[in-house]
């Protein structure tokens, strides 16, 4: 039997939204991927505890809007016991020596990505698949990860080799773009909370 291909997307989830779904979608669809895992963080060590909602509260929601039986939403970061990206990935392709891991991210985190720990050895370890979000394209692809890696990037076209390219390989797919962001959501929220004191 072939190896299952595995997208991974990470993040707070807070809250997880349409938008998670359609990158999901689309993560699927694209790579020719057998499922995707959600990983919900317990908490992202870049982002602030506050205004973080528990843990629990976003599985439970994460789970509420996947809607597709090939999207796992999973708490596997707290059940390894890791906080930094680059720890749980090494920790699944341990135990799961057999899955062809494909990480899966919005355009904003290639911008973002050289904040992030050992972020070059991540990208030593799987191919990335970078889907386009509103308003991040031109960071993205202007990035220095963009810069650093322009050799290792694969044609939109190739997309469905991702999975068993050997890293560092990486993708950046334009599609139509879903306008759902967890910030504007939280500023929603607050702001309804705020009208009804």
Request: charged residues 30%.
């Amino acid at each position: 039997m072939r190896k299952r291909r595995i997208g991974l997307l990470g993040g707070s989830f807070n809250p997880a939204h349409a938008g998670h779904r359609h990158i999901s979608r689309l993560a699927l669809r694209c790579l020719g991927l057998d499922e995707l895992w959600w990983l919900v963080s317990p908490q992202n060590p870049l982002k602030p505890q506050a205004g973080m909602a528990p843990l629990e509260e976003r599985l439970a929601k994460a789970r509420a809007v996947a809607q597709d039986r090939r999207i796992k939403v999973t708490d596997l970061e707290r059940r390894l016991g890791t906080r930094y990206t680059v720890d749980t990935v090494a920790q699944l392709k341990r135990h799961y020596p057999r899955a062809r891991f494909v990480w899966v991210a919005g355009a904003d985190i290639l911008a973002q990505l050289p904040r992030w720990r050992r972020w070059t050895d991540l990208m030593e370890m799987l191919p990335l698949a970078v889907f386009d979000r509103p308003a991040y394209a031109h960071a993205a692809l202007a990035s220095k990860v963009a810069g650093r890696y322009r050799h290792a990037r694969l044609k939109a076209a190739d997309a469905r080799r991702l999975a068993t390219a050997k890293p560092p390989a990486w993708v950046f797919i334009a599609s139509r773009l879903h306008p759902a962001s967890a910030t504007a959501i939280r500023k929603a929220t607050d702001e309804t909370k705020e009208s009804d004191r």
